[in-house]
């Protein structure tokens, strides 16, 4: 049945996928980054588009197929499949977006949006009603299942990575993939067998739409996707962190390196402008802000132990968990007393002091923080000489 496709509409079918896991997985990715209701609102848009990217795939796939004449959709199951699907694919995106992304989260994420995808998928299938009977070979279907979890679990990995733009990218590729690649699988295993002379197909009062109905309605989710997927390519303003001025560069981080009893200290004033000699140094910030629920609150700079890249935001660890603070990693390490503070790796910012922890790991290093929770925080290859001079773990040698 699938080789009679017709290969445009299929094609189609996988962009319009990708498209809605694009808008989806973008939404998504300002959750972590939203306290009260504008996040859920954020969780209720990503669920929405991703639920309708699967299911305007799936009925452009059906559309692609070449069903027998008479065929009709469904009303109810039709309309079951998608809130079935919005709803699973909801709590999957919860489950990666709030709180820390460990293994066991991503993987029943996967397991459920793969679920998602599939419960859709078959229960729109029984909406076909026609002169007909639908069966399924049963490896198909599990094998159907399969493709749609693990290619789930490779897009939400991907998504959770740190390089924005091509996270989003390769997660909605991920993504397009899961779904299109479920369906083609169970249409492969899909069979219509004609109902015999003595059979008769009856739609019992049921309300049923034609595939031309159907094809306008599609018509219509795939200009609201495209529309969510231009508007997803809008920069957010609340995303527009204040830049220092230009005038007033902000001082390169001071290198302490410890030899005995002796700590020197080395700064390259070189690399500051002669312009903004003359000019006051910015002073520390003493607190730094993080979002809740209920409003902003601040912590002090002396029990912050990392801070932590998340997009456009930062994540703020205070020894007992996580919070979003409004600053991106390049205005707290601009706002953070360089004495105190290093910036171990591109992502990550930790407090010296608070250090308890540290060992070499691949090219680079591990760092653990204190804390009643304490945490790790990668080193990258290039910071592990400034970190051990700072820990006191390198000498100097003097002429």
Not at 37 to 52: I, P, Q
Not at 102 to 126: E, N, P, T
Not at 228 to 242: A, I, K
Not at 275 to 281: D, E, I, S
Request: charged share 15%; aromatic share 6%.
């Amino acid at each position: 049945m699938f080789e009679r496709h017709d290969p445009y509409l299929v094609a189609l079918s996988v962009a319009i996928a990708i498209l809605g896991g694009y808008t989806g997985f973008a939404l998504a990715a300002r959750i972590r980054n939203t306290p009260g209701v504008s996040n859920r609102l954020l969780l209720a848009g990503a669920a929405a588009f991703l639920a309708v990217g699967i299911w305007t795939m799936h009925f452009v796939g059906m559309l692609a197929a070449p069903l027998p004449s008479g065929t009709v959709y469904l009303v109810l199951p039709t309309i079951i499949s998608f809130l079935i699907c919005a709803l699973v694919v909801g709590i999957s995106l919860f489950f990666v977006s709030v709180g820390e992304p460990s293994l066991k989260r991503v993987a029943s994420s996967a397991v459920l949006l793969g679920a998602g995808i599939a419960s859709m998928h078959y229960v729109g299938i029984h909406g076909l009603a026609g002169p007909f009977t639908i069966e399924h070979d049963g490896l198909m279907v599990l094998l159907s299942v399969l493709v749609a979890i693990v290619t789930a679990y490779g897009g939400l990995r991907a998504f959770l990575a740190q390089q924005e733009g091509f996270r989003l990218i390769v997660s909605a590729i991920a993504f397009g993939i899961a779904v299109s690649g479920m369906h083609y699988t169970a249409m492969l295993g899909m069979h219509l067998e004609p109902l015999t002379s003595g059979r008769h197909h009856h739609l019992n009062g049921s309300l049923a739409a034609s595939q031309q109905i159907l094809s306008i309605v599609v018509a219509v989710l795939c200009f609201v996707i495209a529309a969510g997927f231009l508007l997803s390519l809008v920069p957010d303003s609340r995303r527009q962190v204040q830049a220092p001025p230009a005038a007033h560069p902000v001082a390169p981080p001071l290198v302490l390196a410890a030899a005995g009893s002796t700590t020197a200290i080395a700064a390259r004033a070189t690399s500051a402008p002669l312009g903004g000699l003359g000019q006051p140094p910015r002073a520390p910030a003493p607190r730094l802000p993080v979002e809740a629920a209920d409003g902003t609150h601040f912590i002090d700079a002396a029990n912050v132990r990392s801070v932590r890249a998340d997009a456009h935001y930062t994540r703020v660890h205070d020894g007992t968990r996580e919070r979003m603070c409004p600053w991106s990693i390049s205005e707290a390490e601009a706002q953070l007393d360089p004495s105190l503070f290093l910036r171990v790796h591109r992502s990550h910012i930790v407090a010296i002091s608070h250090v308890a922890f540290v060992r070499r790991e691949g090219d680079g290093a591990v760092i653990e923080l204190d804390g009643p929770s304490p945490h790790r925080v990668p080193v990258s290859r290039a910071k592990i000489a400034e970190v051990k001079a700072r820990l006191g773990l390198a000498t100097r040698r003097h002429a």
